[in-house]
């Protein structure tokens, strides 16, 4: 059976979708609200994700980096006015997004930092990656250990010889 990494819930083969906030408006929501939003153009072929991470902007936060990670508990499609109702003569006003519903926020000490300064919007990633991850770019890692996933989970509990 998979292990829960650090007592999260997060499994090593979850699939993790990182998200931006540069918007203190954005952050208060996914904070105190539980809910973030993503444009479903950003995301022709759905959320596919059991966990969200965002990476806080240097705006809010130093450093800037992947300081939060939180559960997938739900997913809505709302149009933008009505998750932003202030915001009623936005361009975007009526475009089709997803609201996303959040479990508790668990923070990531210490957070994933970008000193490469690496542009992106989302990334793809694991929950083994997120936790093992120091910068943004091991997010991406290709390494053996998280590609070949089934070889080394069966060769960690194949019995081994005494002083092996």
């Given amino acids: 059976m998979p292990e ?3 007592g999260s819930g997060l499994y090593a083969e979850d699939r993790v979708l990182i998200g931006v906030i540069k918007r203190k408006r954005d952050l208060v929501a996914v904070r105190d609200r539980r809910w973030y939003r993503i ?3 950003r995301l022709p072929r759905g959320l596919n ?4 991470a965002f990476f806080v902007g ?3 936060a ?5 300081h939060f990670y939180a559960e997938v ?10 998750l932003l109702p202030g915001e009623a003569a936005h361009p975007r006003a009526h475009d089709l ?3 996303i519903a959040l479990g508790p926020l668990l923070v990531r000490t210490p957070p994933v930092t970008n000193p490469a300064g690496r542009v992106f919007a989302f990334i793809r990633t694991t929950g083994d990656r997120l936790m093992d991850a120091r910068t943004i770019d091991d997010l991406y890692s290709t390494a053996e250990y998280y590609v070949d996933r089934l070889y080394y989970a069966l ?6 010889p005494a002083g092996e």
Wanted: aromatic share 8%; net charge positive.
């Fill in 97 to 99: 997004y997803y609201r």
């Fill in 49 to 52: 994700a059991e966990w969200l």
């Fill in 73 to 82: 508990r739900g997913l809505e499609l709302a149009r933008r006015v009505d």
């Fill in 39 to 41: 444009p479903v153009e």
């Fill in 58 to 60: 240097r705006q809010l």
């Fill in 155 to 160: 060769d960690a509990r194949k019995p081994r």
């Fill in 62 to 66: 130093q450093p800037a980096g992947v």
């Fill in 4 to 6: 829960r990494m650090g």
